[in-house]
Each structure stands twice: as structure tokens, then as C-alpha cells.
Nanobody
Framework: VQLQAFGGGLVQAGGSLRLSCAAS????????MGWFRQAPGKEREFVAG????????RLADSVKGRFTISRVSAKSTVYLQMNSLKLEDTAVYYC??????????????????WGQGTQVTVSS
């Protein structure tokens, strides 16, 4: 499956952005989906995940109450709605697909396909 993430940009602290990740190729519903991010000098970290049918979601503690993950099967797209953005949310955001549908994993090595990343920069 091919993944293309977009929607990043420059936003002031407290603002909002919505990232999108469009999937093509194999059936979108075969995969759990996740968002990760990587800030300069830091390791890639889990942000949010959603099960293949949208029934289960997981969020990192650092984004709970501010970010929401969702998916629209008809569009083969997963979204990350980011509200109340903070300076520390600045990173390259990646979407990923996992064929292991039995649970929504936070482990990057359990994701099989990755998008190219989209930059999110939060300014003061």
C-alpha cells in the first residue's frame, strides 16, 4: 500500500491543523493506521493509532485531549486533527499502516508501510 501524507504547515501556538494520509494500492480496510512524529534530534514517537474499522483508537498521553484520529474508508484516508498546538508538537509527521489488525500498536516496527512525512511547525 502506498501512503501520502499532507496538510502540514506553519501554525501559531494554540492553533489547529488537520493532517491527511491517503492510501492507495491494497485494500485500506486491511490495515490499522497510525501517526508518528519525529522532532530534530529525537527518536520517532507514536502519536495516534486507529483500528482497521475505526472502532478502536489510541493516543499518546502527550496529545490526549488535543488530537483526534479518524478514518474514512470510502476515501481510503486517515486524518489527524490537531488542536491547541504547542511548540513541542513541532516535528515531521508520518502516517503508517500495520497489517497486524489484532491490536492498535504503538511500536513503529510493527507498521509495514510508511508515508513520506509532512512538516508541522508550531511558532510562538
Amino acid at each position: 500500500v502506498q501512503l501520502q501524507a499532507f496538510g502540514g504547515g506553519l501554525v501559531q501556538a494554540g492553533g489547529s491543523l488537520r493532517l491527511s494520509c491517503a492510501a492507495s494500492g491494497r485494500s485500506f480496510s486491511n490495515y490499522n493506521m497510525g501517526w508518528f512524529r519525529q522532532a530534530p534530534g529525537k527518536e520517532r514517537e507514536f502519536v495516534a493509532g486507529i483500528s482497521w474499522n475505526g472502532g478502536v483508537t489510541r493516543l499518546a498521553d502527550s496529545v490526549k485531549g488535543r488530537f483526534t484520529i479518524s478514518r474514512v474508508s470510502a476515501k481510503s484516508t486517515v486524518y489527524l486533527q490537531m488542536n491547541s498546538l504547542k511548540l513541542e508538537d513541532t516535528a515531521v509527521y508520518y502516517c503508517a499502516a500495520s497489517a497486524a489488525r489484532y491490536r492498535v500498536t504503538v511500536t513503529s516496527t510493527e507498521y509495514d508501510y510508511w508515508g513520506q512525512g509532512t512538516q508541522v511547525t508550531v511558532s510562538s
